[in-house]
């Protein structure tokens, strides 16, 4: 079954900080993996996209990594601002979607980022 | 520019009534979707659809129908609301399936209690 794991579930931090985020997939055929940020009562926004041939990519100071190899992907936040507090999932897009559609949705790592 | 609009953003309703979930979008995408979000999962797929007067079932269609009379709306509907349909509903949308580099854009939410 496709599935997408996210580490930690929850994770605190102190503002200014750096952290990093967990996603292991078994998903296929793959075809992308993204990122989204959630802030409490809000919809996801994208973050980053990246295809398999892609092994980094950056948005400001949120970088994303991906191991196509290992189905592995991570999301790194550097110097935390209050603001980062949300949810933030990882979901991965499939080739061709069956009944639950192209995406494949993580359960998200909710950080809170302290002062 | 407004994106994805839900209306409403919060209902409570009473087991065994009925109500329909309105999303509009302004960005002339082909694919829209339904999804909601339960505490300690991910989001899923309801129902989506791929363009005027199309709809297809996603991985929980039971219990709800769809309807995409015009291109830039999408209604969810609940004939006989449950309480397991307590939940935040998300409406998303995207020029075309999501195995692409475009990323999809959701709406705010409905949250959505039955009692």
């Known amino acids: 079954k496709n599935q997408v794991e996210q580490s930690p579930q929850s994770l605190i931090i102190l503002e200014g900080k750096n952290c990093t985020l967990q996603c292991n997939y078994t998903v296929s055929p793959f075809s992308n993996l993204r990122w989204y940020k959630q802030d409490t009562g809000r919809g996801p926004v994208s973050l980053t996209i990246m295809t398999f041939s892609e092994n980094t990519k950056s948005n400001g100071r949120y970088t994303a990594t991906l191991d196509a190899d290992t189905k592995q992907s991570s999301l790194h936040i550097t110097a935390s601002q209050l603001s980062d507090s949300a949810s933030y999932i990882c979901v991965v897009s499939l080739v061709y979607g069956g009944s639950q559609g192209n995406l494949i949705f993580g359960k998200g790592t909710k950080l809170s980022v302290k002062p | 520019n407004a994106g994805v609009t839900q209306t409403p953003k919060f209902r409570v309703l009473k087991t065994g009534q009925s109500m329909t979930l309105l999303c509009a979008q302004d960005m002339n995408h082909e694919y829209m979707y339904w999804y909601r979000q339960d505490p300690g999962m991910g989001l899923r797929l309801i129902h989506y659809s791929v363009g005027e007067g199309t709809t297809a079932k996603g991985e929980v269609p039971d219990g709800y129908n769809v309807s995409r009379l015009k291109k830039q709306n999408f209604l969810l509907g609940l004939e006989s609301a449950a309480p397991s349909q307590t939940s935040v509903y998300f409406c998303?949308?995207?020029?075309?399936?999501?195995?692409?580099?475009?990323?999809?854009?959701f709406g705010s939410g409905t949250r959505l209690t039955v009692v």
């Open positions: 998303a949308s995207s020029p075309r399936r999501g195995h692409s580099v475009y990323g999809y854009t």
